[in-house]
């Protein structure tokens, strides 16, 4: 099987390349750098032929309102049309948990036009939401913080290993299309404040986690269970406190 990974070069796509090379697909990794751009189109049309699967786990460089939503609108509609050229049987994409109850921020605005762009598309489809990756600790702490000061709200959720999420990915890719949402959280659940103030005591971080109902994430107010998947979600068996004792070794 034929699958264009396209992001296939970031952290969670050329994860998915990796794994759907073991399993023996034809798995091609495509990005700017490999000389495909689904934001001009360049290289698109040339790389989908012949695929089977398209996999776009791709994102904005920029997540300003308006950069953020153009490059999600073009880039998608650009990558569809040339899909249905090809005559590919199977989109999928990368989003986020809670993605339609985080319309407050422009960025996850842009992310609900992608996806609504994919389900009006016509292309079998398949949308994996992820809840945060546990690499994105250090920006989340960072997008929070005001000097010496972050401010996080007491919210619920579950972050994930970007392995377990681009193992979920490469298992929808080559599945069949469900033509909804399938969702990957990871296996402990956490308040958002709590993990980061610990995070940053164990990294001797001076700064101060400050606990705020009404703090803002990327721009949007948060409800105690915004972040959390729904009961039917895969859960990854990664856990959070393995994968930190991996990093400092």
Known sequence: MKVVVIGGTGLIGSKVVARLGEHGHEAVAASPDTGVDT?????????????????????????????????????????????????????????????????????????????????????PYSIVHATQFFEFMKSIAAAATDGDTVKLAPVQFRPVASDDVAATVGRTAVGTPVNGVVEVAGPDEFQLDELIRKGLKAKNDPRTVVTDEHAPYFGTELQKTTLLPGPDANISDIHFADWLAQQTK
């Not at 509609?77 to 590919?88: C, F, H, I, R, S």
């Open 39 to 123: 934001l001009t189109g360049q290289g698109v049309a040339e790389t989908l032929e012949g695929a089977d699967v398209v996999v776009d786990v791709c994102n904005s460089p920029s997540f300003e309102d308006e950069a953020v939503m153009n490059f999600f609108r073009t880039s998608t509609t650009n990558l569809l049309e040339a899909e249905a050229k090809a005559g590919v049987k199977h989109h999928v994409a990368l989003s986020v948990v809670g993605t339609e109850r985080l319309q407050g921020s422009g960025y996850f605005r842009a992310k609900q036009v992608q996806e609504d762009l994919i389900k009006d598309s016509g292309i």
